[in-house]
């Protein structure tokens, strides 16, 4: 596989990052705490970037709270315990209250509707569902890798003659672990920003705390939407495709339609 080809289906790996809404926003996401950790809440540049970066995501979440308006409304997998089950309805009615008071926001930060006390109001209430989110997605998970675990374990015994790494579904199922398990992080990332974000414990939750926290938060996110996570063919993978148009690479792994 020559230099060239291998640029090629890099460049074709990141056209398909980049064409993802939510993969942009979680650029933006990084840009802004990044920019919150320099600034400390200081005026100035980072500063500027912060809200204006802040500003601009909004942008990308228009009319993204039907995504879990509808996971709100869709049934659950088979045999998930009721627990986890009223964890994740929580979860996605916080979660799309969160994105559809964002759009009000929006409004009220660019001047559009007027009433800056009740966007302020509206604002806070917002990052509020957002902390609720984290949070019941936070237990969501830990239940989730608990029964993945036990399943595991169960499975290791039935595979204790034979080697466990070459059975599918062991390895399936470990992936779905090692990928619970980086959400967990996520998630518990998530609620110390939201914290920061209100405030709620200003001595210890600082901005450049936030920042950070909401930093790392946001490269787990770029990670989770990026060609390289596990959904996605790895580039060293696409050799087949390296003389094929960059179109049929897209339409072959699924990004782009015909």
């Known amino acids: 596989m020559s230099s060239l080809d291998v640029a090629r289906t890099e460049l074709a790996l990141a056209v398909?990052?980049?064409n993802k809404a939510e993969a942009r926003d979680k650029i933006c996401r990084a840009i802004q705490y990044g920019s919150k950790f320099l600034s400390n809440g200081e005026p100035g540049t980072a500063?500027?970037?912060?809200?204006?970066?802040?500003?601009a995501r909004k942008v990308f979440r228009l009319f993204k709270f039907?995504?879990?308006?509808h996971a709100l409304i869709s049934p659950n997998a088979p045999g998930t315990p009721l627990p986890l089950i009223l964890l994740g309805k929580s979860k996605n009615a916080l979660l799309s209250t969160f994105l559809f008071l964002d759009q009000i926001v929006w409004l009220g930060r660019t001047g559009i509707y007027k009433n800056k006390e009740r966007t302020e109001l509206i604002?806070?209430?917002?990052?509020?569902?957002?902390?609720?989110?984290?949070?019941?997605?936070t237990l969501v998970e830990v239940g989730e890798i608990g029964?993945?675990?036990a399943s595991i374990k169960k499975l290791e015994k039935e595979l204790k003659n034979t080697d466990?790494?070459?059975?599918?579904?062991?390895?399936?199922?470990?992936?779905?672990s090692n990928d619970r398990s980086l959400a967990l992080v996520k998630s518990t990332l998530d609620i110390v920003v939201a914290v920061g974000l209100l405030q709620l414990a200003p001595k210890k939750v600082t901005p450049r705390?936030?920042?950070?926290?909401?930093?790392?938060?946001?490269?787990?996110?770029?990670?989770?939407?990026?060609p390289f996570s596990r959904d996605v063919v790895s580039a060293s993978s696409l050799y087949t495709y390296s003389t094929i148009p960059l179109d049929a690479i897209l339409i072959e792994m699924g990004k782009m339609k015909p």
């Open 16 to 18: 398909l990052y980049l």
């Open 66 to 69: 039907i995504n879990d308006l």
């Open 123 to 137: 604002g806070r209430i917002s990052l509020f569902c957002w902390l609720g989110s984290s949070v019941c997605t």
């Open 209 to 226: 705390v936030t920042g950070a926290f909401g930093f790392v938060s946001s490269l787990i996110s770029c990670y989770q939407v990026s």
């Open 147 to 149: 029964r993945l675990s």
């Open 47 to 55: 500063q500027n970037v912060d809200k204006s970066t802040s500003l």
């Open 164 to 176: 466990k790494h070459k059975n599918e579904q062991y390895r399936s199922k470990l992936q779905k």
